[in-house]
């Protein structure tokens, strides 16, 4: 060992020789086996091959990698095609790498079927949907045309004289101021109907028939009062007009009430729900009538106003459109006794009913009718 006097030798620090770093396998190598490449030294150290380390030893060269393991970099790098993206329900390309013709073909044939079911359900259906079904306005009520508008139904007739009072019979002025009003209809262009156009009899529930044999037609029958039996006070002081409408429609499917099978088809049977719908916009066109025919009647004659008044009445219970009754004054009271007694007032009388049916009629034309009452008056 040296003298304690003596400094020790300077160590050298060990020189750390370059790492052998592993290579990912080449895509062509066998999985297990792999490459190593020299250790690349620092940055800004020169060497040279062969190399020497700190004490002059020479460091064994790299192997070398086999040509058949390096990938060429005089060939170009091509990318493979990206594959046509399909889509739902296309099929499998054509010759040229496009999608063939055929799938479009399916494609719209698909679209012509759905549309051609869609045809056929509403043929099946017939007509046009119900207005609620699409939220749509209800479309306003059809024009008369060719159909009858109004019927006017002069009371009695025949073996029926009605009220007699002061050498009135009422049989006979319902028929001639029926037959007044419907002259004055016509003569505004107005197609109208007489229940009976002479002296005969016709039973009620053939008025009513004939009432719901014009869909849309308003019925008016003409009647005139009698207070004879009420004693001799009451007969000198009932005076005055008035008209009746009903508001419990008779829901019957006899003869002489609604006409259900020409209402929906024969055979078919009545909606509930329609029925009720076509009874009250029934005795809500009603009231609107009598109220019309009403005012027209006192502005005209300046007779005692008795108002409108509801009353299930047979006719007008049972005709299924808009429907009233007028009594066009007492023949029992002695001063109406004589003016029923005049022709002039008569046509007085007649033309004041014809413009309350106008004043209704042109009224109820801007309104909407309900989808079922549509159907009912075949619209």
Same mark, same amino acid.
């Given at each position: 060992?040296?003298?304690?006097?003596?400094?020790?030798?300077?160590?050298?620090?060990?020189?750390?020789?370059?790492?052998?770093? @592993?290579?990912?396998?080449?895509?062509?190598?066998?999985?297990?086996?792999?490459?190593?490449? !020299?250790?690349?030294?620092?940055?800004?150290?020169?060497? /040279?091959?062969?190399?020497?380390?700190?004490?002059?030893?020479?460091?064994?060269?790299?192997?070398?990698?086999?040509?058949?393991?390096?990938?060429?970099?005089?060939?170009?790098?091509?990318?493979?095609? #990206?594959? !046509?993206?399909?889509?739902?329900?296309?099929?499998?390309?054509?010759?040229?790498?496009?999608?063939?013709?055929?799938?479009?073909?399916?494609?719209?044939?698909?679209?012509?079927?759905?549309?051609?079911? /869609?045809?056929?359900?509403?043929?099946?259906?017939?007509?046009?949907?119900?207005?609620?079904?699409?939220?749509?306005?209800?479309?306003?009520?059809?024009?008369?045309?060719?159909?009858?508008?109004?019927?006017?139904? @002069?009371?009695?007739?025949?073996?029926?004289?009605?009220?007699?009072?002061?050498?009135?019979?009422?049989?006979?002025?319902?028929?001639?101021?029926?037959?007044?009003?419907?002259?004055?209809?016509?003569?505004?262009?107005?197609?109208?109907?007489?229940?009976?156009?002479?002296?005969?009899?016709?039973?009620?529930?053939?008025?009513?028939?004939?009432?719901?044999?014009?869909?849309?037609?308003?019925?008016?029958?003409?009647?005139?009062?009698?207070?004879?039996?009420?004693?001799?006070?009451?007969?000198?002081?009932?005076?005055?007009?008035?008209?009746?409408?009903?508001?419990?429609?008779?829901?019957?499917?006899?003869?002489?009430?609604?006409?259900?099978?020409?209402?929906?088809?024969?055979?078919?049977?009545?909606?509930?729900? /329609?029925?009720?719908?076509?009874?009250?916009? +029934?005795?809500?066109?009603?009231?609107?009538?009598?109220? +019309?025919?009403?005012?027209?009647?006192?502005?005209?004659?300046?007779?005692?106003?008795?108002?409108?008044?509801?009353?299930?009445? $047979?006719?007008?219970?049972?005709?299924?459109? #808009?429907?009233?009754?007028?009594?066009?004054?007492?023949?029992?009271?002695?001063?109406?006794?004589?003016?029923?007694?005049?022709?002039?007032?008569?046509?007085?009388?007649?033309?004041?009913?014809?413009?309350?049916?106008?004043? $209704?009629?042109?009224?109820?034309?801007?309104?909407?009718?309900?989808?079922?009452?549509?159907?009912?008056?075949?619209?």
């Amino acid at each position: 060992m040296p003298d304690a006097d003596e400094p020790p030798p300077p160590v050298e620090p060990p020189t750390a020789e370059p790492a052998n770093i @592993p290579t990912p396998p080449h895509p062509e190598t066998d999985p297990g086996e792999s490459t190593v490449l !020299p250790a690349q030294p620092a940055s800004g150290v020169q060497t /040279a091959f062969p190399e020497t380390d700190c004490e002059g030893s020479t460091v064994p060269p790299a192997p070398a990698i086999p040509a058949s393991k390096l990938l060429s970099l005089e060939a170009p790098l091509t990318e493979a095609p #990206p594959a !046509p993206v399909r889509r739902r329900f296309e099929g499998p390309p054509g010759a040229d790498g496009k999608l063939s013709s055929h799938v479009w073909r399916r494609h719209w044939c698909g679209v012509g079927g759905v549309v051609l079911l /869609a045809a056929c359900v509403c043929a099946l259906i017939g007509g046009p949907w119900p207005a609620w079904r699409w939220n749509t306005p209800t479309p306003e009520r059809p024009p008369p045309g060719g159909a009858v508008a109004v019927i006017i139904d @002069p009371g009695h007739g025949g073996g029926d004289s009605g009220a007699v009072s002061q050498g009135v019979v009422e049989k006979d002025l319902n028929l001639d101021v029926g037959r007044r009003v419907a002259q004055s209809l016509s003569a505004r262009g107005i197609k109208v109907r007489l229940t009976r156009e002479d002296d005969h009899f016709i039973t009620l529930e053939e008025r009513v028939r004939m009432g719901n044999s014009q869909p849309g037609a308003v019925f008016v029958s003409i009647h005139f009062n009698d207070a004879s039996g009420d004693g001799r006070v009451a007969m000198n002081r009932a005076s005055g007009i008035e008209t009746f409408y009903s508001e419990n429609k008779a829901m019957s499917a006899s003869a002489g009430g609604w006409m259900w099978a020409s209402l929906f088809g024969a055979g078919a049977k009545a909606d509930p729900v /329609a029925v009720h719908e076509v009874g009250l916009w +029934s005795a809500r066109e009603g009231a609107s009538l009598a109220q +019309s025919i009403q005012s027209a009647l006192v502005a005209s004659t300046a007779a005692t106003d008795r108002g409108i008044k509801e009353r299930s009445l $047979y006719v007008t219970r049972r005709v299924r459109g #808009p429907s009233v009754l007028v009594e066009g004054g007492f023949v029992s009271h002695p001063a109406e006794a004589r003016l029923l007694g005049d022709p002039a007032y008569r046509q007085k009388l007649a033309d004041a009913i014809a413009d309350g049916i106008v004043r $209704y009629l042109d009224a109820a034309s801007r309104q909407p009718l309900p989808a079922a009452v549509l159907a009912s008056l075949g619209a």
